[in-house]
């Protein structure tokens, strides 16, 4: 079966640095995303890997192991805004995404 | 209109009933989905569309139909609702290499 792990939640003090990870077992690989998602609203999307290493983008960056079925995304500096859920997909053979849980991410001050 | 919006916002719906949710971009996205997202699950997938004309089932297609007769829009239709189809609705679209996926901003339902 296909199947997409991530913490559940994750607390972080502002200003501070956080890495959420994800680890992945699919059919297939084309393509990780990193999705954010605030309390009823819709995802909105943070970052794409294809290739291992480590893409950034501002104060979020996102690494990718390909090998290992792993990513993270990591955030720095961080602010109250990004109290959200963070959501891991992977592209798979039939090029549809499947969807982790998301990593519920609690900042403090 | 600007990216993706679905109708109705939110709904309470007896069980039973037939309910239709509308999905419409302004994009151009050849490939449109249908996902549920539910407390603790991941986003699923119930039905999908990868370019007019054409569609396919998802992770969950049990309860739920589509049709796609033109590039804009992509209705979600309960025949007969039940409860456990409670649940936040998202519509999204996408087209590239890339195939990153932009989002509605989502249909509550809560059958009762």
């Known amino acids: 079966g296909q199947n997409i792990d991530q913490p559940t939640e994750m607390t972080a003090t502002e200003g501070a640095i956080v890495q959420i990870n994800c680890t992945y077992q699919t059919s297939g690989f084309n393509g990780l995303f990193w999705y954010q998602q605030h309390a009823g609203e819709a995802p909105t999307f943070l970052s794409y890997n294809v290739l291992d290493g480590l893409e950034e983008k501002g104060r979020f960056s996102s690494f990718l192991s390909r090998s290992k079925g792993y990513s993270y995304l990591l955030l720095k500096e961080l602010q109250m805004k990004d109290s959200a859920s963070y959501l891991c997909a992977v592209r798979d053979s039939n090029y549809q995404l499947i969807w982790g849980a998301g990593t519920k991410l609690i900042i403090k001050p | 209109i600007a990216g993706i919006t679905q109708a109705p916002t939110s709904q309470i719906l007896a069980a039973g009933r037939r309910m239709t949710l509308r999905c419409t971009q302004d994009m151009r996205h050849n490939a449109m989905y249908w996902y549920r997202q539910d407390l603790g699950l991941g986003l699923r997938l119930i039905h999908y569309s990868n370019t007019a004309g054409t569609t396919g089932k998802g992770e969950v297609p049990d309860g739920y139909s589509v049709s796609r007769a033109n590039t804009d829009d992509f209705p979600l239709t309960l025949a007969s609702a039940v409860p456990s189809q409670t649940s936040v609705y998202f519509c999204?679209?996408?087209?590239?290499?890339?195939?990153?996926?932009?989002f509605g901003p989502g249909t509550r339902l809560t059958v009762l």
């Open positions: 999204a679209s996408s087209d590239g290499e890339r195939g990153e996926q932009f």
